[in-house]
């Protein structure tokens, strides 16, 4: 068989959510079926790290996709002329985009919906492309992959796609993820947050994450505790940090919220598994990759009750109503005085971890991918 595959978020040294998902389960996929070939098509010339084994025909279209009116040129130019070319058997999208001037099979990974739940959070032109064509690529594409039960249920309620065109695939985690000793621990706290015990919070700084509510709550928690504890987020803004900006400069505490940009997997691993807690409240999630890797790191975990959250933590997290600010603070001061419930939800994170690993979602992938070529 001769499999296409959508490689456009495979970016050297940029890998984010969607990457690391194309990323995990491609190099395991095509290295595990030798027997097949793989047509990856970049939107840009390809690094060789992501030709993973022999069975793998780069190609790369002309121009870059990373504009609404790129996109379409994309997939409905570019795209198929490649397919018609190799002709391949399927084609496989790893998130979410594909093309409607084909008629060669389609598995598509739709991770979350959010833009039909949250427009506010989208420029404009960005959301009109998502809306206008995601839910027809999802009536279009001969089985949909996505990342958690609730992600499923809201594809299928919300598209009004047949539950059983829905295959779930759980994200995993980076094998890099895994505890520290109180030496490294020490050293990381000291370089990161002046010798502090500190919550950190990963991910893009996005409305739809509740930075400014769980900025809030960490101004309520300073002031209940006075304690020295600070706040880390790592991760980049994604369309405004305006907002954020004009919160910071209203807090007693903001000298105590310190900004990393993104890291490096290697320095994230570190800086998770020396936190006091993962903070991670968003009003909405499709999964939620770093509670999982919180749990790896054997640290413990506060998120939302709501979406897909409570479904990934399980009981190894204290779950909070994202709106409600003094929740949030509450459960911060629980993690920080209580070293019986810290020490519980560790425990409860190396049970519920166990469902989580890149070689089952490779593994639900293809399952998904065979089921489509034999419909």
Not at 127 to 153: D, G, H
């Amino acid at each position: 068989m001769r499999i296409a595959v959508n490689t456009q978020h495979l970016l050297y040294k940029k890998l984010e959510g969607i990457g690391w998902f194309a990323h995990e389960t491609l190099s395991r996929i095509t290295r595990n079926h030798p027997e097949h070939e793989f047509l990856f098509i970049f939107d840009r010339p390809w690094h060789k790290s992501f030709i993973y084994s022999e069975n793998i025909v780069p190609v790369s279209t002309r121009i870059p996709s990373r504009h609404p009116f790129l996109w379409y040129w994309h997939y409905e130019n570019d795209i198929p002329k490649i397919l018609n070319i190799y002709k391949p058997d399927l084609f496989f999208s790893p998130d979410g985009w594909m093309s409607l001037k084909t008629d060669i099979p389609t598995v598509d990974v739709i991770h979350d919906i959010n833009f039909m739940h949250r427009p506010k959070d989208f420029p404009w032109l960005y959301l009109q492309y998502y809306r206008k064509f995601f839910p027809k690529y999802a009536q279009k594409a001969r089985r949909i992959i996505t990342v958690s039960e609730y992600s499923k249920a809201d594809i299928i309620f919300t598209f009004g796609i047949s539950p059983g065109k829905i295959d779930v695939a759980y994200n995993g985690c980076n094998q890099r993820f895994t505890s520290v000793s109180k030496e490294v621990k020490a050293s990381i706290q000291k370089k990161f947050a002046s010798g502090c015990p500190y919550f950190i919070y990963v991910g893009s700084l996005n409305p739809r994450k509740n930075i400014i509510g769980m900025l809030d709550a960490f101004e309520k928690f300073k002031k209940q505790t006075q304690g020295s504890h600070k706040l880390l987020l790592v991760g980049q803004p994604m369309w405004s940090a305006s907002d954020i900006k004009s919160k910071l400069a209203s807090m007693d505490y903001r000298g105590d919220v310190v900004f990393t940009n993104r890291l490096t997997t290697e320095v994230l691993q570190l800086v998770m598994a020396s936190a006091e807690a993962l903070l991670l409240v968003s009003f909405l999630e499709g999964f939620g990759i770093p509670v999982v890797e919180a749990m790896y790191c054997d640290i413990p975990v506060i998120c939302s009750n709501v979406t897909s959250l409570p479904e990934i933590a399980g009981d190894a997290a204290l779950t909070v109503n994202p709106a409600d600010t003094s929740a949030i603070a509450k459960a911060m001061e629980i993690i920080a005085l209580n070293n019986l419930q810290r020490k519980l939800l560790v425990e409860n994170g190396r049970v519920q971890r166990e469902k989580f690993s890149w070689d089952n979602t490779a593994e639900a992938v293809w399952n998904s991918i065979l089921k489509a070529s034999s419909e």
